[in-house]
Each structure stands twice: as C-alpha cells, then as structure tokens.
C-alpha cells in the first residue's frame, strides 16, 4: 500500500468524522426545539379535543431563544401539524404578523413574553364557560375562585373590561399588564388567557379555568358561592400536579384519534 493511498484513506475517514460529529452536534442542538414543537402541536389537539379551542384560539410556547417563541400558522387547532409550528421574535410588528399568515392576536403572545419573562407558555381560548364568566358584573372586575382547579388561575381572575381583538402590541401589553401576577385573565365577552412556567402547565390551566367557571356559573344560579381565601388559593396556585394529568391528556388525545 503506497504512502499516498495511506493519506488518502486517513483524510477520507476524518472527512467522513468530521461530518458525522456535526450533524450529531446539530441534531442535539435541534431536539430541545423539536420536542417543543412536537408538544405544541399536542396541546392544540388536548385543547380542541376539551372544546377549549377550535377554527379559533392559540397556543404558545416560548423558544429555547427567549426573545422568541412558538406559534402555529393560521390554522384551525384540528389541522396544525409540525410543518405548521414557526418561530416568532417577540419584537413581531402587525406588518411581519400579516406577511407571514400569523394569527392576528399574536400580541397577546408577543406582549405577555415581553413584559414577563418566567412565563414560557401561553393559551387563548374561547371556552364557552369562561366567556360567560367574563360577562359578569362583578366588583374590581375581580372573579375569584371556589374550587380547587379553579385556585391553580391563582388568587383571583380579573377580568379585562376592553372589547374587540387584540391586533396590535399596545393592547397586548395592556393585558399582559393586567395579569397582576396571576395566571390568568378573562377577556371580557372574547375568551380567556391563561399562562404557565411550562406548555403543560398553561394547557392544564387553560382547562381548569373552564371548569371553574361552568362550576361557578351553576353555583351563581343557586346563590351565592363561597370563595377561596387568598390563604386558601395558594395552596394551588403553582399547579405542582403537572405530569400525571398531562399524560393522562394526552393519551385521550391519542386515542381520540384512533
């Protein structure tokens, strides 16, 4: 064997290392965000499935680039899939938005990870329930909780008093703003938005703030409910019971499907 045919198998094998090492580096540089997508599109289908989303309503997830997030195209919750998950800066102008056939109310995702940093999900649905609770006539616009899975929104709902879309960041900001350190906030005869450290904290309480409201809703029609302390509340308010429900979640989704 020649010394040249030596060298030419010595730099043939380090080429052929050399491109295995960086796509093994990419592909772990890659998987975080992957996984992410991956969830978000699962939690549209939980969501869809609870009747909390449909033709309308979004979720969110911010990305492993805080100054960045990610969202669906426009599309229905039953139809998004993988290809349709993009990565949106936090800094996105109503033009960018249309150009790129994004949600018009992406500000209220924009605005809330803007304004808070250890918020890493969000949720916008227009859950029947929660909407009607939205509508009441209540002091400080406060709505405050009378169960258990009610407490995880936190030590009281407010509720947003402006109508009509949130088109544009300054309205975002406004209710991001109005969250007052809680995990949820009722748009007043529009939804609800509901947030979390993780995507599956958000889509729980998402869930929870829907039965809070069809359960107080009955309780209103029979008198007057009794409701959680700010003591009381606390003892829910961080969701710590995350992992068993959303795999429960998620495996009715799956077999929804089937």
Avoid: C
């Avoid at 003892?235 to 998620?250: G, N, P, Q, S, V």
Wanted: overall charge neutral.
């Amino acid at each position: 064997m020649s010394r040249l045919y030596r060298f030419s198998v010595i730099i043939l094998t380090a080429s052929l290392l050399g491109v295995f090492f960086w796509k093994s580096l990419l592909a772990t540089q890659t998987r975080p965000e992957r996984d992410l997508r991956e969830r978000l599109v699962m939690a549209h289908k939980i969501l869809a499935m609870e009747g909390l989303i449909g033709p309308f309503g979004h979720v969110s997830v911010r990305s492993t680039d805080k100054a960045k997030f990610f969202i669906a195209r426009h599309e229905s919750a039953i139809q998004i899939s993988l290809e349709d998950v993009v990565e949106v800066d936090n800094n996105i102008t109503p033009q960018l938005a249309k150009e790129r056939d994004l949600y018009l109310e992406v500000f209220i995702h924009s605005s809330i990870y803007t304004r808070h940093p250890d918020i890493n999900a969000v949720v916008h649905t227009h859950s029947p329930q929660a909407v009607a609770l939205g509508t009441l006539r209540v002091p400080g616009n406060q709505i405050f909780p009378t169960t258990n899975p009610g407490a995880n929104l936190g030590n009281f709902i407010s509720i947003f008093p402006e109508v009509g879309l949130v088109r544009d960041p300054e309205k975002g900001f406004r209710i991001a703003d109005a969250l007052r350190a809680q995990n949820g906030i009722l748009l007043r005869g529009h939804g609800a938005v509901v947030v979390g450290h993780s995507l599956e904290q958000a889509v729980l309480r998402a869930i929870y703030l829907e039965f809070e409201a069809r359960t107080q809703m009955e309780s209103r029609k029979a008198g007057e409910p009794v409701f959680y302390t700010t003591e009381e509340s606390d003892l829910f308010k961080d969701t710590r019971a995350i992992e068993h429900a959303w795999h429960y979640y998620e495996e009715k989704a799956r077999r929804d499907k089937n």
